[in-house]
């Protein structure tokens, strides 16, 4: 039973983490960073069920005892629905705290609001002023006056190969350094 709300508060905790998202409600929407945040604290159970399962049986191997897992259950299930209940509320509060009564706006209420267009400027703004006896001057041209020639492509010619011995590099053994040798 613990383990399976432990996977579910995972698939929680992921699902917050990567999309930013947790209601608590349908009046609180959790704004993104406290949502990542309590979506983070949701994937603590698991890894810290692990850890402490980890360090009983350390610590029973350093008193020289084999661990027995059936000693150790009441401990360890009592610990972990610990861990599991902390992590939970922890993460809740969070979400609590990050949270705003704002309702977002429904399907149906934007599909009734007409959209609202922008109005246009009365007057022209003019972006830079310009005085009475100054005027706007042409941009020059970026094209060139004069057609250029193509340039002349030769293939390429590459010197022919020669034929060598085959050679190859191997290590001795105990030398870093590299030695040829003949095949």
């Known amino acids: 039973m613990i383990l399976g709300i432990e996977i579910a508060m995972l698939i929680a905790g992921v699902m917050a983490l990567a999309t930013g998202k947790f209601r608590l409600g349908n009046e609180?929407?959790?704004?993104?960073?406290?949502a990542r945040v309590a979506g983070l604290v949701l994937l603590l159970p698991l890894p810290?069920?692990?850890?402490?399962?980890?360090?009983?049986g350390l610590t029973q191997a350093a008193a020289g005892r084999r661990f027995d897992p059936k000693e150790w259950q009441g401990t360890l299930m009592v610990a972990v629905l610990g861990l599991t209940v902390v992590c939970a509320a922890l993460a809740f509060s969070i979400a609590l705290l990050g949270s705003s009564r704002r309702r977002e706006?429904?399907?149906?209420?934007?599909?009734?609001?007409?959209?609202?267009?922008?109005?246009?400027?009365?007057?022209?703004?003019d972006v830079f002023p310009?005085?009475?006896?100054?005027?706007v001057?042409?941009?020059?041209?970026?094209?060139?006056?004069?057609?250029?020639?193509?340039?002349?492509?030769?293939p390429a010619r590459f010197p022919a190969p020669t034929?060598?011995?085959?050679?190859?590099?191997?290590?001795?053994?105990?030398?870093w350094r590299p030695v040829p040798f003949s095949m």
């Open 28 to 34: 609180r929407v959790v704004h993104p960073g406290a």
């Open 163 to 175: 034929r060598q011995r085959k050679r190859s590099v191997g290590l001795i053994l105990g030398s």
């Open 130 to 135: 310009l005085g009475p006896d100054e005027r």
């Open 48 to 56: 810290l069920a692990l850890v402490f399962g980890f360090v009983a």
């Open 105 to 125: 706006p429904s399907e149906d209420s934007r599909r009734l609001e007409p959209p609202t267009m922008p109005r246009g400027a009365e007057e022209p703004i």
């Open 137 to 154: 001057q042409p941009m020059p041209s970026l094209r060139p006056t004069r057609r250029q020639p193509p340039l002349a492509v030769s």
